[in-house]
Each structure stands twice: as structure tokens, then as C-alpha cells.
């Protein structure tokens, strides 16, 4: 109980340590290791602020289809190495972030809410080999990775509910091991 | 205008939307980019079953929810509403590959003889989209993000371990295509 209370203690001084640096390690315990647990906002917006992101997903869910990047023959296709296409969408969405990163960072460009934005330092640990090469297994597999799986999910393919959650399952079996497995 | 839209998006162009997210998402609220933390949002909230990985604010995490439910949407409305005439064009050396196991590219996004519900049934079928889906929850939590978590988020930001993370995606899925995934075809 007492050593809980004091990990909390550490995780909440590290929380508030990443918000004002980017030097800032990922605190492995808990809400490490994911990237969408660290970088948060300090403010407190109505829980509707969200819909935001709605819109961006929404977007990102008709490229997603329209670029045919949800298609299980363009993932087949590109681990046989037959087509360019998977390469030229996932090489120009590097470059675009890398550009657009450099480009925040350069003219410390702000948050619409005039925040500082936040970068984290993912650091390294097992599981990026280890895990990457199950997930690999995975997206030859379903042809998907997480963000197609919803798309081909909105976009009909009723069965997809399925896969989402034996990926859920998969998570949670991970959660429910994660002190066992090598790191 | 339309009629472009219709048609299936060059790489260039969905590459480049598809980067566009990374300052998107910075810009609305500090977000990084990523997909696949749902579905731990989604055992937190659901199931979390006592567990320390599960116990955590998930609320606090909603916008990534509200982002995996935008996805749904647009998959809805680029199905429904912006889908062309033309059928996919698969490689024709695949093609004639995946005829061998019986599966036909009848232009749709998914061969049907494996992504439907009278599929899920079947042996190759069920291993497939359960044990694949298993396969991509487990191994994208390990290994702490997918592809847009590590590979486009993590790249674009030059962390080296999403580098190592995305050249073992790519491992892991040239070795399941090549060297396993004929053996489960031909189930």
C-alpha cells in the first residue's frame, strides 16, 4: 500500500516534470511505453472540446480508405514487395511529419489554445523488437493495422468488429503478463 | 471535383494528408499521434480487472476514443459516399498467388473467402482474424505503438526506437506474408 502510495507520488512529480521539458523519460511504470498517455494538456476543457479530434479522425478515416491503405492485397502487396504504393504513402507521411515538426519547433509554433507544445522521447526497451515482430505478424495477417481496422470497420465490413476485439484481448492479455515479459 | 475525389488517392497525396495529422493533432491539443493506445483505453475502461496497466485516468485519454470514432465515420463516409466505379487493381502475380489458395480479387478492398462472417468459421479464416487481431493488440501494446504511433509519429519526431520498432513491423511482416502465411492460406 505504502510503496503504491509513494509510486503515485513519483508518477504524479514525473507527469508534472514532462509537461515542462522534452528531456523528459518515459516513467516505465505506468502510463510509459504510449504514445498517447504522456503528451496531455494542462488545461481543463468541456468534455465536447473533443469533438475535434472527431473531425481529424474522420479525415483520416477517408484517406485511409481512399488511398486503399486498408486493403489486405496493398499490404499483401507490399510485403512481397510488388507494389510501391504502402512505401510512397507511409515514406511521404514521414517526411511530411518530420518537415512539419521541424518546422513547430523552429518557430515555436503554439497550441490553438496557446499552449507549449510537448514532444516525448519514446526510449527503447525489448518490447519494440520483440512486440513489433507479433504485431508485424499481425498486420500480414488481417492486412490492418489499428487505424485501418476501424476504417474497414465504418466502412462495412461488419466482421472487422471481431478482429477489434481480439486486438482488445490481445491488449489486455499483454497488460495482464507485462511483469513477466522481457522489457 | 467530385469525380477526383471518387477516384482512388495517389500515395503522394494520402501520404501527405496522412502527415498532416502529426501537426494536427499537436496544434488542436498537444496530441500525439496514435491509434492503437484505444484499445488499452478500452480494457481500462471495460476491463481493467485490477491491473496496474489498466488503472489509470482512461477519461483523461478521450480524445484518442473521439479520434478512433472520427475513423469510423470517415470509413462510413468514403465507403458510402465517395467510392468510385473502378475496382481495386491488384498486382496480377498476387493475383494469381492468392488464386491458388482459392481466394479471387473481386475488386473489393477485402477477398471476401476470408473477411466475412461466413469466413470466420472456417479454419484459415478463423486464424486469421482471431489470432491476426490478437497478434495486433499484443504486439502493438508491447511494443508501445503502431504504425502511426511509431512508425509516422515516432519517425517524424527522429526517435531511433521507432526506428527499430518499425523495421521489426516490417520483419514480422515479410516473414508472416513469405514464409507462413501460404501455410495458413492453404488451410
Excluded at chain 2, 471535383?1 to 496544434?27: C, T
Excluded at chain 2, 470514432?69 to 502475380?93: T, Y
Excluded at chain 2, 520483419?171 to 507462413?180: D, H, K, R
Aim: glycine residues 10%.
Amino acid at each position: 500500500m505504502i510503496m503504491d502510495t509513494i509510486k503515485q507520488k513519483q508518477r504524479i512529480v514525473k507527469q508534472e516534470h514532462a509537461t515542462q521539458s522534452d528531456d523528459f523519460i518515459t516513467d516505465y511504470e505506468v502510463r510509459s511505453l504510449d504514445t498517447a498517455c504522456i503528451n496531455e494538456t494542462e488545461l481543463q476543457h468541456p468534455w465536447w472540446y473533443n469533438f475535434k479530434y472527431l473531425i481529424a479522425g474522420i479525415l483520416f478515416g477517408i484517406v485511409l480508405v481512399k488511398s486503399e491503405v486498408v486493403s489486405w492485397f496493398r499490404i499483401q502487396e507490399m510485403f512481397r514487395l510488388q507494389s510501391f504504393h504502402m512505401y510512397g504513402v507511409i515514406g511521404t507521411a514521414v517526411v511530411t511529419g518530420i518537415i512539419s515538426i521541424w518546422l513547430l519547433k523552429k518557430f515555436k509554433v503554439k497550441t490553438m489554445h496557446g499552449e507549449t507544445i510537448h514532444f516525448t522521447r519514446k526510449k527503447f526497451n525489448k518490447g519494440q523488437v520483440i512486440g513489433g515482430l507479433v504485431f508485424g505478424f499481425g498486420w500480414a495477417m488481417t492486412g490492418a493495422c489499428p487505424g485501418p481496422l476501424f476504417a474497414q470497420l465504418g466502412a462495412g465490413i461488419t466482421v472487422i468488429a471481431v478482429v477489434i476485439a481480439s486486438a482488445v484481448a490481445g491488449t489486455w492479455v499483454y497488460g495482464k503478463l507485462r511483469d513477466k515479459l522481457p522489457h | 471535383m467530385i469525380e477526383l475525389i471518387k477516384q482512388p488517392w495517389p500515395w503522394y497525396v494520402s501520404g501527405f494528408i496522412i502527415g498532416l495529422m502529426v501537426p494536427a493533432l499537436l496544434i488542436l491539443g498537444n496530441k500525439s499521434f496514435g491509434i492503437s493506445a484505444n484499445l488499452r483505453h478500452i480494457c481500462a475502461a471495460c476491463f481493467p480487472s485490477n491491473l496496474s496497466f489498466f488503472k489509470y485516468n482512461w477519461k483523461k485519454e478521450m480524445w484518442n476514443l473521439f479520434f478512433a470514432a472520427g475513423i469510423i465515420a470517415g470509413g462510413f463516409i468514403a465507403a458510402r459516399f465517395l467510392a468510385g466505379a473502378d475496382a481495386l487493381k491488384v498486382d496480377p502475380s498476387l493475383l494469381s498467388e492468392l488464386k491458388t489458395y482459392n481466394i479471387t480479387g473481386t475488386g473489393k478492398l477485402l477477398p471476401a473467402e476470408l473477411f466475412s462472417w461466413p469466413a470466420l468459421f472456417t479454419i484459415r479464416g478463423f486464424i486469421l482474424l482471431i489470432a491476426g487481431g490478437f497478434f495486433v493488440g499484443f504486439g502493438t501494446r508491447y511494443a508501445g505503438g503502431c504504425t502511426s504511433g511509431h512508425a509516422i509519429m515516432g519517425l517524424s519526431n527522429l526517435q531511433w526506437p521507432s526506428l527499430v520498432a518499425t523495421i521489426s513491423f516490417m520483419t514480422g511482416g515479410f516473414i508472416m506474408a513469405n514464409l507462413i502465411l501460404p501455410y495458413i492460406l492453404s488451410l
